[in-house]
């Protein structure tokens, strides 16, 4: 598969359809995600739901969208 254009904004600022300003936990998963962003890890555990969520960068790395809705795509302007 050909890598797809990365949206023009900084890997750790995810867009507002998949993160809302308004999220009552919006610090903390942002806190989580440049944690594991400044860490070199592929992901973080999601502090609200448990469950391992991808960084940006790491689905950068993949070179395209999957389209599932990934939290932090890259891809999605």
Not at 37 to 57: K, R
């Amino acid at each position: 598969m050909a890598t797809q254009r990365l949206a023009p904004r900084p890997f750790h600022e995810p867009h507002a359809e998949r993160l809302p300003l308004e999220h009552p936990r919006r610090s903390d998963i942002l806190a989580a995600h440049t944690a594991a962003l400044a860490n070199g890890e592929a992901g973080y555990i999601d502090p609200e739901s448990g469950l391992f969520v991808l960084t940006a960068a790491y689905l950068a790395e993949r070179g395209f969208c999957c389209d599932q809705g990934c939290r932090h795509c890259p891809y999605v302007e």
